[in-house]
């Protein structure tokens, strides 16, 4: 089993960034491929990124450009560095971890609980 725990969200203001932030415990994230994902009220999850086993990584076109998905496996964490926030990036974003280089959510195994990320104008 692995858990992951997410951090980082919070109150930014449009055009501003924010780093996320997903602890894994129990298994390597270098082991796994390693999602972020995001929903927001009344939509259904979406893909944002993931970073595969060799360090390859994929973006959704709404955000290629402007987030980074990195893994650092010494501190079995995988971060999401977000730039230029906006307004339709308030979401709740999850880590995921899974075995198959999907952008479904329903191919990935192990979720955090999600943090919020609210943008402002």
């Known amino acids: 089993q692995m858990q992951l725990v997410e951090s980082g969200g919070g109150l930014v203001q449009a055009g501003g960034s924010l780093r996320l932030s997903c602890v894994a415990s129990?298994?390597?994230?270098?082991?796994?491929?390693m999602g972020w994902f995001r929903q927001a009220p009344g939509k259904e999850r979406e893909f944002l990124a993931l970073i595969l086993l060799n360090g390859d990584t994929r973006y959704a076109d709404s955000v290629k450009g402007r987030f980074t998905i990195s893994r650092d496996s010494a501190k079995n964490t995988v971060y999401l560095q977000m730039n230029s926030l906006k307004l339709e990036d308030m979401a709740i974003y999850h880590c995921?971890?899974?075995?198959?280089?999907?952008?479904?959510?329903?191919?990935?195994?192990?979720w955090g609980q999600g943090t919020q990320v609210t943008v402002s104008s």
């Open positions: 995921a971890g899974g075995n198959t280089y999907s952008y479904l959510s329903q191919d990935y195994n192990y």
């Open positions: 129990g298994r390597s994230v270098s082991r796994y491929v």
